[in-house]
T-cell receptor, first 114, second 113 residues
Framework: AQSVTQLDSQVPVFEEAPVELRCNYS??????LFWYVQYPNQGLQLLLK??????LVESINGFEAEFNKSQTSFHLRKPSVHISDTAEYFC????????????FGSGTKLNVKP | DARVTQTPRHKVTEMGQEVTMRCQPI?????VFWYRQTMMQGLELLAY????????DSGMPKDRFSAEMPDATLATLKIQPSEPRDSAVYFC???????????FGPGTRLTVT
């Protein structure tokens, strides 16, 4: 089974500051990578994904993530956060032998303070 | 606006009772997933289906849990008998095929007393 590690369970940050949420995974073979966001009392929503091609992927609301194969990482960044970005963020990795099956990290709670 | 729907959104029941949760995947999606989310364990995959056939239910306690897809528009997750340790939020997700993203429903919050 894949292992997905999100080292930071909580990240407090002030509004308009930059943020990085870290994600590392264990596979040495090709996988698909995803970031999901969960707002309180809601389901998970896809934020962005890496399937192939450019290692830098972007979302429509200013987040970006970079696939780093050598470091098996897929860190999520935003140069300037808003209060509305307060949510829990989950990194997910597909099973390398069954791309329909995902493994989720334990989540990082981003708390944006005014 | 296509989305996954789940019913009920909240369920409170007593230990020993049967619980049935329902999910309507997005029309045209051929894979359906059931997840359980708890504070202690995070998000766990319980089972998933492709084209209504169960492909993997290794994450599901077999003695009390069962998952089915009676038709392409309905997936069910049943717990019988329920126990307090089953209290969690249960999510259904659907996807369009290999390597695609999964679209999550709003979840069913189950409390077993």
């Amino acid at each position: 089974a894949q292992s997905v590690t999100q080292l930071d369970s909580q990240v407090p940050v002030f509004e308009e500051a930059p943020v990085e949420l870290r994600c590392n995974y264990s596979s040495s073979v090709s996988v698909y990578l995803f970031w999901y966001v969960q707002y309180p009392n809601q389901g998970l929503q896809l934020l962005l994904k890496y399937l192939s091609g450019s290692t830098l992927v972007e979302s429509i609301n200013g987040f970006e993530a970079e696939f780093n194969k050598s470091q098996t990482s897929f860190h999520l960044r935003k140069p300037s956060v808003h209060i509305s970005d307060t949510a829990e963020y989950f990194c997910a990795v597909s099973d390398p032998y069954n791309f329909n099956k995902f493994y989720f990290g334990s989540g990082t709670k981003l708390n944006v303070k005014p | 606006d296509a989305r996954v729907t789940q019913t009920p959104r909240h369920k409170v029941t007593e230990m020993g009772q049967e619980v049935t949760m329902r999910c309507q995947p997005i029309l045209g999606h051929n894979t359906v997933f059931w997840y359980r989310q708890t504070m202690m364990q995070g998000l766990e995959l319980l089972a998933y289906f492709r084209n209504r056939a169960p492909l993997d239910d290794s994450g599901m306690p077999k003695d009390r849990f069962s998952a089915e897809m009676p038709d392409a528009t309905l997936a069910t997750l049943k717990i019988q008998p329920s126990e307090p340790r089953d209290s969690a939020v249960y999510f259904c997700a659907s996807g369009a095929g290999t390597g695609g993203e999964q679209y999550f429903g709003p979840g069913t919050r189950l409390t077993v007393t």
